[in-house]
């Protein structure tokens, strides 16, 4: 069964870090680009970034930019986002996904990050 | 940046109904338009790529069309399993943009 599955969120103050993960199985994950998309609860999705299948390359959303690296381990089947400088506005259910014909073919069940003090 | 913006934002209709969400583009897109359909604290589903492509296992009575700045999901006879929000999004590049999706209840 092809699977994502995200873990690392929380709860964390404002400035602080985080760094989430997403372990993939079922498929060949270094084949695919992966992204990471988010979603205020109650809100819509939004797209935060990407990472090539080798990982030689990484665009951002320039909310994140700087703030946040997207990076990924394909002899792990795991993909991560570390989280720097996080504001209120960070707050949001992060889910991973799997990139393919120019959508997200595949999507983790999220993991919630909350900052606040 | 191109903007989507869908409507309705919310829709109610009934079991049987044909139903058409909208998504238009602030400018002229490529045909890299997806569907997303997405339940309560759900992660979405992908439904629809490329405009017009049905994801494999997904129901018939969807379907999605459209070119330039207008796109349209539709949903032949509605079921009670759709009630869902549906969202739609574009891919540019190095950029990926959702519209801020329909919420669609049954009556």
């Known amino acids: 069964e092809v699977q994502l599955l995200e873990s690392g969120g929380g709860l964390v103050q404002p400035g602080g870090s985080l760094r989430l993960s997403c372990t993939a199985s079922?498929?060949?994950?270094?084949?695919?680009?992966m992204h990471w998309v988010r979603q205020v609860p109650g809100k819509g999705l939004v797209w935060v970034s990407r990472i090539y299948s080798d990982g030689s390359a990484t665009n951002y959303a320039d909310f994140v930019e700087g703030r946040f690296i997207i990076s990924r381990d394909n002899a792990k089947n795991r993909l991560y986002m570390q989280m720097d400088s996080l504001r209120g506005d960070d707050t949001a259910v992060y889910y991973c996904?799997?990139?393919?014909?120019?959508?997200?073919?595949?999507w983790g069940q999220g993991t919630m990050v909350t900052v606040s003090s | 940046d191109i903007r989507l913006t869908q409507s309705p934002s919310t829709l109610s209709a009934s079991v049987g109904d044909r139903v058409t969400i909208t998504c238009r583009a602030s400018q002229s897109i490529n045909s890299w338009l997806a569907w997303y359909q997405q339940r309560p604290g759900k992660a979405p589903k992908f439904l629809v790529y490329?405009?017009?492509n049905l994801e494999s296992g997904v129901p018939s009575r969807f379907s999605g069309s459209g070119s330039g700045t207008e796109f349209t999901l539709t949903i032949s006879s509605l079921q009670p399993d759709d009630s869902a929000t549906y969202h739609c999004q574009h891919w540019l590049g190095f950029l990926w943009t959702f519209g801020q999706g329909t919420k669609l209840e049954i009556k």
């Open positions: 490329n405009t017009s």
């Open positions: 996904a799997r990139g393919d014909r120019g959508g997200f073919d595949v």
């Open positions: 079922g498929f060949r994950f270094s084949a695919y680009w």
